[in-house]
C-alpha cells in the first residue's frame, strides 16, 4: 500500500489504540463520580416544587457532562503528543508509512470516542435517574392535590404537562449532542495548540483561556470595546477575537432545552455544521504545524 | 517555515469564513429561542468571579440554580432583602424561565408583605408602607418578567391574582385574566375577568362584564357564582325583564375569611 494514500483503517487502528490509552489513564473514573452526583442532586432538596427539582437534577446532571467533556477535551488531548514522545510511541508509528495527518486524525477521534462513549454512559445514567425521579415526583404530587380535595382532572393534566416538559424527553439527548459538537471542537482546537506548544501546561492553560474567551465572545466583545475607544483599535481587536477564537456559545443551548425548548433537526444541523467548520480548520492547521515539527 | 506561513494564512481565512457562518447560527438560534443573550457584565459583581465565569462557561443554568438555592435559603431565614437581590440575579441569568419570575414576585409579593404587615415588632404605620411596597415590588417583578415571556399566561395569571388579592383593583385583574384566556384560550380565564369587572365600580366595567358572564352562560357554564354575579349583573344595569336569566339566585355559602368571589 502506499504510504501516502489516506487509509481508514490506519486511522482507526490509531483511534482505537487512543482509547486504550486514555482508559489506562483512568480517565472514566469520572463516570463513577458523575453517577454519585446525578443520584445525590436527584434525591435532594425534596421540599420544593416538582417542576423545580427536575429542573435542578438537570441542571446539576448537564453541569457535570459539560465540565467532564470539556476538561477530558482538553487534558487528554494535551496529554497525547507529549506522552507519544515520552514513550517514544511517536517515533515508532512514524517510522512506519503513516502519514503525520492520519496519526493527527487518529489521535483526534480517539479523544472524540473516548468523550461520545464516556457521554452516552452519562446520558444512560441521568436518563435513568430522571425518569425514575420524574414517576416519583408525579405519584407524590397527586397524591398531595388529592390530600387537599383538589385533584380535579384540569388540575392533573395541568401538572402531567408541568412535570412532563421537565422530565425525560427525546430532546434532552439533544442537549447532549450538543456538548459532544463544543468538546469535539476544544479538543481540535487543542490538538492544533499542542502541535506548536512547547509543554503540556502551556497547552492545557492556552486551551483554557481560549475556551473560556469563545463562551463570552460577545461580552468580551461588549467590555473592551465600549464606547470612547478608538474605531481602528476596535476593529482590530474584534477582527483578532474573531479569528483567533470559536464562538463556543453557538452551542450553549442547553439552558433553553433543560426549559423544555425543542431543538429541531435543523437547528441540530445548524450546530454540527458549525461545529464540522471548527474542527476541519483546526485540523488543517495542526497538520501543517505538525508537518514541520521536528521530532 | 513555508508551511507555518500556511497554517497562520488558514487560520486567518478560516476567521474569516467563521465570522459571517457564526453570526448567522447565532441569529438561528435565537430566533428559535435556543439560545438567549449574553448576560451583562454588570452581573460580575453580583454573582461574584467564580460564579459569573462558570455562567460564562455554559453553566449559566447551573449557577441560576444555586442562586435560586441561596435564596430559597434566605426565605427560611425570613431576609427579604437577599431574597429579593438573589432572585435578582436568578431572573436575569435565566430570563426565559418562567418560574424564577413567579416565585421571585410570590415571595415580595405575599410572604415579605405579609410578614411586615404582621410582624408586632414595627410601627404599625411603617408596616402598611412596607406592605404596600413589597406588594408594588411583586407586579414590578412580574412586569419584568413578562417583558420576556409576554405570552407566559402563568405570570399573567400570578399578576391578575396579585392585583386581585393584595391590591384590590378589579378592573387591572380583570384584564390580566383576559390575557391570560387570550393566551390559553381557557373559558375558566374570561369567567374569572367576568366576576372582576363585576366588583369594579363603575357602569362600563359591569356591562363587559356582563358581556364576559352571559357569554359563559350561553356556553353552559353555569356554576352557582357565574348565576349570582349575573343576577347582581342584571339587577345593577337594570336589564329588562326579558332579557334575564331565568335561574334562580343560587344560595351562596361563603366560608369565612375567603376573600373575592366564590369559584
Request: glycine content about 6%.
Amino acid at each position: 500500500m502506499n504510504s501516502n494514500s489516506f487509509s481508514p483503517a490506519r486511522i482507526w487502528t490509531l483511534a482505537a489504540a487512543t482509547v486504550t490509552q486514555l482508559v489506562r489513564m483512568k480517565i472514566m473514573a469520572f463516570l463513577v463520580v458523575f453517577c454519585v452526583i446525578v443520584v445525590a442532586a436527584g434525591f435532594a432538596f425534596p421540599v420544593m416544587n416538582p417542576e423545580q427539582q427536575l429542573k435542578l437534577l438537570k441542571d446539576v446532571s448537564f453541569g457535570a457532562l459539560q465540565i467532564f467533556s470539556v476538561v477530558i477535551a482538553i487534558v487528554s488531548t494535551a496529554l497525547l503528543l507529549p506522552r507519544d514522545l515520552e514513550d517514544r510511541t511517536l517515533y515508532t508509528i512514524l517510522s512506519k508509512p503513516v502519514p503525520r495527518y492520519e496519526y493527527l486524525l487518529g489521535k483526534l477521534i480517539g479523544v472524540l470516542l473516548l468523550i461520545g462513549a464516556g457521554l452516552v454512559l452519562m446520558d444512560i445514567a441521568f436518563s435513568a435517574v430522571l425518569w425514575l425521579r420524574q414517576s416519583l415526583v408525579l405519584v407524590q404530587s397527586v397524591a398531595a392535590l388529592k390530600q387537599e380535595g383538589v385533584a380535579t382532572p384540569e388540575a392533573i393534566a395541568q401538572l402531567n404537562e408541568f412535570v412532563g416538559k421537565q422530565g425525560l424527553t427525546w430532546n434532552i439527548h439533544l442537549g447532549v449532542l450538543a456538548i459532544f459538537l463544543k468538546a469535539s471542537v476544544i479538543a481540535a482546537l487543542s490538538l492544533m495548540i499542542s502541535c506548536f506548544a512547547s509543554s503540556t501546561l502551556f497547552t492545557v492553560v492556552i486551551s483554557l483561556l481560549v475556551t473560556i474567551i469563545g463562551h463570552g465572545q460577545g461580552l468580551i466583545r461588549e467590555y473592551f470595546f465600549s464606547e470612547g475607544m478608538n474605531q481602528i483599535i476596535k476593529k482590530l481587536g474584534s477582527a483578532m477575537l474573531a479569528i483567533l477564537t470559536p464562538d463556543l456559545g453557538v452551542f450553549d443551548v442547553l439552558d433553553n432545552v433543560i426549559n423544555g425548548e425543542i431543538v429541531s433537526a435543523f437547528s441540530a444541523g445548524v450546530m454540527i455544521g458549525t461545529a464540522a467548520l471548527y474542527v476541519t480548520g483546526y485540523v488543517l492547521v495542526s497538520h501543517l504545524l505538525f508537518v514541520e515539527k521536528e521530532l | 517555515m513555508k508551511r507555518r506561513l500556511q497554517a497562520i494564512a488558514v487560520l486567518l481565512l478560516l476567521g474569516a469564513v467563521k465570522l459571517p457562518v457564526e453570526e448567522a447560527a447565532t441569529g438561528h438560534l435565537r430566533e428559535v429561542k435556543l439560545l438567549t443573550k449574553p448576560i451583562s457584565i454588570s452581573l460580575r459583581e453580583s454573582l461574584g468571579q467564580a460564579s459569573f465565569a462558570a455562567s460564562l462557561g455554559g453553566l449559566r443554568s447551573l449557577v441560576a440554580s444555586i442562586t435560586y438555592l441561596r435564596a430559597y435559603r434566605e426565605w427560611e431565614n425570613i431576609n427579604w432583602a437577599k431574597v429579593d437581590s438573589l432572585f435578582q440575579i436568578t431572573t436575569r441569568l435565566q430570563p426565559t424561565y418562567f418560574n424564577y419570575w413567579d416565585e421571585a414576585s410570590w415571595h415580595m409579593a405575599f410572604n415579605a408583605a405579609s410578614s411586615y404587615l404582621y410582624n408586632q415588632e414595627i410601627n404599625p404605620m411603617l408596616r402598611g408602607k412596607l406592605y404596600e411596597e413589597h406588594v408594588q415590588r411583586g407586579i414590578e417583578i412580574l412586569k419584568e418578567g413578562l417583558l420576556f415571556l409576554p405570552d407566559e399566561p402563568r405570570l399573567w395569571n400570578s399578576l391578575a391574582e396579585i392585583y386581585e388579592r393584595r391590591v384590590h383593583n378589579p378592573k387591572k385583574a380583570a384584564e390580566c385574566y383576559l390575557e391570560v384566556f387570550r393566551i390559553s384560550h381557557n373559558d375558566r380565564y374570561s369567567r374569572f375577568a367576568g366576576y372582576q369587572l363585576a366588583q369594579a365600580s363603575d357602569r362600563e366595567s359591569w356591562v363587559k362584564g356582563y358581556e364576559l358572564l352571559k357569554t359563559a352562560y350561553d356556553k353552559k357554564q353555569r356554576p352557582p357564582s357565574v348565576i349570582d354575579q349575573l343576577k347582581n349583573l342584571e339587577e345593577r344595569l337594570n336589564i329588562p325583564p326579558l332579557k334575564r336569566i331565568p335561574d334562580a339566585r343560587p344560595q351562596m355559602e361563603i366560608q369565612h375569611g375567603e376573600v373575592g368571589p366564590s369559584r
